[in-house]
T-cell receptor, first 116, second 115 residues
Protein backbone atom coordinates (compact mmCIF):
# COMPACT_ATOMS: atom_id res chain seq x y z
CA UNK A 1 0.00 0.00 0.00
CA UNK A 2 1.92 2.98 -1.29
CA UNK A 3 1.96 6.11 0.82
CA UNK A 4 1.58 9.67 -0.36
CA UNK A 5 3.82 10.09 -3.39
CA UNK A 6 5.38 13.40 -4.24
CA UNK A 7 7.57 14.21 -7.19
CA UNK A 8 10.03 15.42 -7.93
CA UNK A 9 11.87 15.08 -4.63
CA UNK A 10 14.21 17.90 -5.56
CA UNK A 11 13.54 20.72 -7.98
CA UNK A 12 15.87 23.52 -9.01
CA UNK A 13 14.47 26.51 -10.84
CA UNK A 14 15.93 29.82 -11.94
CA UNK A 15 14.22 33.02 -10.87
CA UNK A 16 11.25 33.72 -13.11
CA UNK A 17 10.64 30.10 -14.13
CA UNK A 18 7.62 28.01 -13.22
CA UNK A 19 7.64 25.18 -10.69
CA UNK A 20 5.13 22.33 -10.82
CA UNK A 21 4.93 20.00 -7.83
CA UNK A 22 2.90 16.82 -7.99
CA UNK A 23 1.20 14.80 -5.29
CA UNK A 24 -0.58 11.46 -5.55
CA UNK A 25 -2.60 10.76 -2.38
CA UNK A 26 -2.80 7.40 -0.69
CA UNK A 27 -5.20 4.95 -2.27
CA UNK A 28 -8.72 5.67 -1.16
CA UNK A 29 -7.94 9.19 0.05
CA UNK A 30 -9.96 12.00 -1.46
CA UNK A 31 -8.62 14.94 0.56
CA UNK A 32 -5.30 16.61 -0.23
CA UNK A 33 -3.49 19.34 1.67
CA UNK A 34 -0.37 21.29 0.76
CA UNK A 35 2.03 22.69 3.36
CA UNK A 36 5.21 24.71 3.07
CA UNK A 37 8.17 24.41 5.42
CA UNK A 38 10.68 27.21 5.37
CA UNK A 39 14.13 26.67 6.94
CA UNK A 40 13.98 26.68 10.76
CA UNK A 41 10.18 26.96 10.70
CA UNK A 42 7.27 24.60 11.18
CA UNK A 43 4.86 23.59 8.46
CA UNK A 44 2.43 26.24 7.24
CA UNK A 45 -0.91 25.29 5.73
CA UNK A 46 -1.39 26.46 2.17
CA UNK A 47 -4.44 24.83 0.61
CA UNK A 48 -6.98 22.03 1.07
CA UNK A 49 -8.51 20.33 -1.96
CA UNK A 50 -10.94 17.60 -2.77
CA UNK A 51 -11.40 16.19 -6.24
CA UNK A 52 -12.06 19.12 -8.60
CA UNK A 53 -12.69 21.51 -5.70
CA UNK A 54 -10.62 23.94 -3.68
CA UNK A 55 -12.08 23.83 -0.17
CA UNK A 56 -9.76 26.18 1.72
CA UNK A 57 -6.97 28.25 0.21
CA UNK A 58 -6.55 30.66 3.08
CA UNK A 59 -2.82 29.90 3.34
CA UNK A 60 -1.98 30.42 -0.31
CA UNK A 61 -0.10 33.56 -1.34
CA UNK A 62 -2.42 35.77 -3.37
CA UNK A 63 -0.20 35.85 -6.43
CA UNK A 64 1.80 33.32 -8.44
CA UNK A 65 0.57 30.26 -6.51
CA UNK A 66 -2.22 27.95 -7.62
CA UNK A 67 -3.33 24.40 -6.88
CA UNK A 68 -5.60 21.86 -8.45
CA UNK A 69 -6.76 18.31 -7.84
CA UNK A 70 -8.36 17.06 -11.06
CA UNK A 71 -10.79 14.19 -11.37
CA UNK A 72 -8.01 12.06 -12.80
CA UNK A 73 -4.35 12.31 -11.90
CA UNK A 74 -2.31 13.87 -9.14
CA UNK A 75 -2.78 17.13 -7.33
CA UNK A 76 -0.56 19.91 -8.69
CA UNK A 77 0.89 22.89 -6.85
CA UNK A 78 2.03 25.46 -9.36
CA UNK A 79 4.30 28.40 -8.64
CA UNK A 80 4.75 30.90 -11.43
CA UNK A 81 7.70 33.28 -11.79
CA UNK A 82 9.53 31.80 -8.82
CA UNK A 83 11.63 34.02 -6.55
CA UNK A 84 14.37 33.09 -4.09
CA UNK A 85 11.92 33.35 -1.20
CA UNK A 86 9.95 30.42 -2.64
CA UNK A 87 12.83 28.08 -1.80
CA UNK A 88 11.40 25.67 0.75
CA UNK A 89 10.20 22.13 1.29
CA UNK A 90 6.64 21.61 0.07
CA UNK A 91 4.72 18.77 1.64
CA UNK A 92 1.53 17.16 0.54
CA UNK A 93 -0.74 15.26 2.92
CA UNK A 94 -3.82 13.19 2.28
CA UNK A 95 -6.65 11.83 4.37
CA UNK A 96 -9.64 9.62 3.76
CA UNK A 97 -13.21 10.76 3.59
CA UNK A 98 -13.99 11.92 7.10
CA UNK A 99 -16.32 9.98 9.32
CA UNK A 100 -16.78 9.90 13.05
CA UNK A 101 -14.81 13.08 13.62
CA UNK A 102 -11.33 11.63 13.28
CA UNK A 103 -8.77 13.62 11.35
CA UNK A 104 -5.61 11.82 10.33
CA UNK A 105 -3.38 13.26 7.67
CA UNK A 106 -0.51 11.28 6.16
CA UNK A 107 2.39 13.18 4.66
CA UNK A 108 4.56 12.56 1.67
CA UNK A 109 8.34 12.92 1.62
CA UNK A 110 8.16 16.43 0.25
CA UNK A 111 9.57 18.33 -2.70
CA UNK A 112 12.54 20.53 -1.96
CA UNK A 113 12.45 23.54 -4.22
CA UNK A 114 15.58 25.59 -4.69
CA UNK A 115 15.41 28.83 -6.63
CA UNK A 116 18.73 30.03 -7.98
CA UNK B 1 1.46 36.11 18.84
CA UNK B 2 1.64 32.74 17.08
CA UNK B 3 -1.36 30.46 17.40
CA UNK B 4 0.91 27.59 18.50
CA UNK B 5 4.16 28.06 20.40
CA UNK B 6 6.76 25.33 20.70
CA UNK B 7 10.24 25.57 22.15
CA UNK B 8 12.56 24.80 19.25
CA UNK B 9 15.30 23.47 21.53
CA UNK B 10 17.59 21.87 20.59
CA UNK B 11 17.16 19.29 23.31
CA UNK B 12 19.93 16.79 24.02
CA UNK B 13 19.43 13.89 26.44
CA UNK B 14 21.23 10.63 27.29
CA UNK B 15 19.81 7.32 26.20
CA UNK B 16 17.18 6.07 28.64
CA UNK B 17 16.08 9.53 29.77
CA UNK B 18 12.48 10.69 29.94
CA UNK B 19 11.84 13.43 27.42
CA UNK B 20 9.15 16.06 27.80
CA UNK B 21 8.04 18.12 24.81
CA UNK B 22 5.46 20.88 25.10
CA UNK B 23 3.29 23.25 23.13
CA UNK B 24 0.99 26.06 24.12
CA UNK B 25 -1.75 27.50 21.96
CA UNK B 26 -4.09 30.45 21.92
CA UNK B 27 -7.02 29.31 19.75
CA UNK B 28 -9.80 27.91 21.95
CA UNK B 29 -11.39 26.27 18.90
CA UNK B 30 -8.64 23.65 18.65
CA UNK B 31 -10.08 20.24 19.52
CA UNK B 32 -7.75 17.73 17.85
CA UNK B 33 -4.13 17.49 18.91
CA UNK B 34 -1.36 15.58 17.22
CA UNK B 35 2.33 14.92 17.52
CA UNK B 36 4.42 14.27 14.44
CA UNK B 37 8.00 13.07 14.22
CA UNK B 38 10.13 14.28 11.33
CA UNK B 39 13.51 12.81 10.50
CA UNK B 40 15.97 14.94 8.58
CA UNK B 41 14.85 15.55 4.99
CA UNK B 42 11.79 13.31 5.42
CA UNK B 43 8.07 13.93 5.70
CA UNK B 44 6.31 14.20 9.08
CA UNK B 45 5.10 10.91 10.54
CA UNK B 46 2.05 10.84 12.80
CA UNK B 47 2.94 9.61 16.31
CA UNK B 48 -0.01 10.42 18.53
CA UNK B 49 -3.54 11.70 18.03
CA UNK B 50 -5.71 13.02 20.85
CA UNK B 51 -9.16 14.49 20.95
CA UNK B 52 -9.89 17.10 23.63
CA UNK B 53 -8.41 16.90 27.14
CA UNK B 54 -6.86 13.85 28.72
CA UNK B 55 -4.01 11.39 28.36
CA UNK B 56 -3.22 8.82 25.72
CA UNK B 57 -0.50 6.21 25.92
CA UNK B 58 1.11 4.22 23.11
CA UNK B 59 4.17 2.20 24.06
CA UNK B 60 6.88 4.56 25.22
CA UNK B 61 4.90 7.63 24.20
CA UNK B 62 2.31 9.47 26.27
CA UNK B 63 0.37 12.49 25.03
CA UNK B 64 -1.37 14.86 27.42
CA UNK B 65 -3.83 17.61 26.63
CA UNK B 66 -4.97 20.27 29.10
CA UNK B 67 -7.51 22.43 27.29
CA UNK B 68 -8.11 24.64 30.32
CA UNK B 69 -4.47 25.71 30.23
CA UNK B 70 -4.16 25.45 26.43
CA UNK B 71 -1.15 23.20 26.90
CA UNK B 72 -0.18 19.88 25.39
CA UNK B 73 2.73 17.57 26.11
CA UNK B 74 4.45 14.53 24.69
CA UNK B 75 6.47 12.30 26.99
CA UNK B 76 8.97 9.76 25.69
CA UNK B 77 10.09 7.12 28.18
CA UNK B 78 13.34 5.18 27.89
CA UNK B 79 14.47 7.36 25.03
CA UNK B 80 16.58 5.76 22.30
CA UNK B 81 19.07 7.19 19.79
CA UNK B 82 16.52 6.30 17.09
CA UNK B 83 14.15 8.84 18.68
CA UNK B 84 16.49 11.62 17.54
CA UNK B 85 14.36 13.75 15.24
CA UNK B 86 12.30 16.92 15.12
CA UNK B 87 8.99 16.66 16.97
CA UNK B 88 6.12 18.81 15.77
CA UNK B 89 2.88 19.46 17.59
CA UNK B 90 -0.15 20.10 15.40
CA UNK B 91 -3.76 21.07 16.05
CA UNK B 92 -6.99 21.43 14.18
CA UNK B 93 -10.24 23.17 14.98
CA UNK B 94 -12.62 20.49 13.80
CA UNK B 95 -12.85 17.47 11.56
CA UNK B 96 -15.76 18.62 9.49
CA UNK B 97 -16.61 21.45 7.19
CA UNK B 98 -14.00 23.67 5.66
CA UNK B 99 -11.50 23.32 8.54
CA UNK B 100 -11.26 19.59 8.13
CA UNK B 101 -7.66 18.46 8.13
CA UNK B 102 -6.26 21.97 8.25
CA UNK B 103 -3.47 21.67 10.77
CA UNK B 104 -1.66 24.43 12.61
CA UNK B 105 1.85 23.34 13.53
CA UNK B 106 4.30 24.38 16.16
CA UNK B 107 7.82 25.29 15.11
CA UNK B 108 9.18 21.86 16.05
CA UNK B 109 11.64 20.75 18.75
CA UNK B 110 14.91 19.18 17.67
CA UNK B 111 15.70 16.21 19.91
CA UNK B 112 19.00 14.35 20.08
CA UNK B 113 19.33 11.20 22.19
CA UNK B 114 22.98 10.28 22.61
CA UNK B 115 24.17 6.79 23.53
Amino acid sequence: NAGVMQNPRHLVRRRGQEARLRCSPMKGHSHVYWYRQLPEEGLKFMVYLQKENIIDESGMPKERFSAEFPKEGPSILRIQQVVRGDSAAYFCASSPRQSGGRTEAFFGQGTRLTVV
Amino acid sequence: QKEVEQDPGPLSVPEGAIVSLNCTYSNSAFQYFMWYRQYSRKGPELLMYTYSSGNKEDGRFTAQVDKSSKYISLFIRDSQPSDSATYLCAMSANAGGTSYGKLTFGQGTILTVHP
